[in-house]
């Protein structure tokens, strides 16, 4: 580790391990996705918004086969929803106050 920053560098291998990376289509998410499979992981990216996706490298940074999920009308209940953010804040102690 540099100093008292991590780095992407100081990631060590990740070869054999599979990634889930939520979010993945820009920002922190696509960062996240680009450093896991440049350290040899099988990286699975779930996007809310397909058409944003390029891929680390632009338009032909996709590799594999991607395959459209789509999801179902549990994904969508607003009850079980508010019961994974309330333990979401409960577990890390951040309140959103959303």
């Known amino acids: 580790m540099a100093g008292n920053r991590w780095t992407e560098a100081d990631v060590p291998g990740q070869s054999g391990r599979v990634v889930l990376v ?3 289509n820009t920002g922190l998410g696509l ?3 680009r450093v896991f ?3 040899g992981a099988t990286v699975v990216i779930a996007c809310r918004d397909t058409g944003q996706y390029y891929g ?3 338009p032909g ?3 594999g086969h991607p395959v459209l999920a ?3 009308p549990a994904s969508h209940d607003a009850a079980a929803q508010a019961r ?3 333990e979401s804040e409960r577990l890390t102690g951040i309140v ?3």
Do not use: D, M, N, V
Request: glycine fraction near 20%; hydrophobic fraction near 40%; charge should be positive.
């Open 22 to 24: 939520t979010g993945a």
């Open 61 to 63: 940074g996709l590799r």
């Open 84 to 86: 994974l953010w309330a």
């Open 96 to 98: 959103y106050g959303l």
């Open 70 to 72: 789509r999801s179902g």
């Open 31 to 33: 960062e996240t996705a």
């Open 56 to 58: 680390p490298s632009g």
């Open 37 to 39: 499979a440049a350290r």
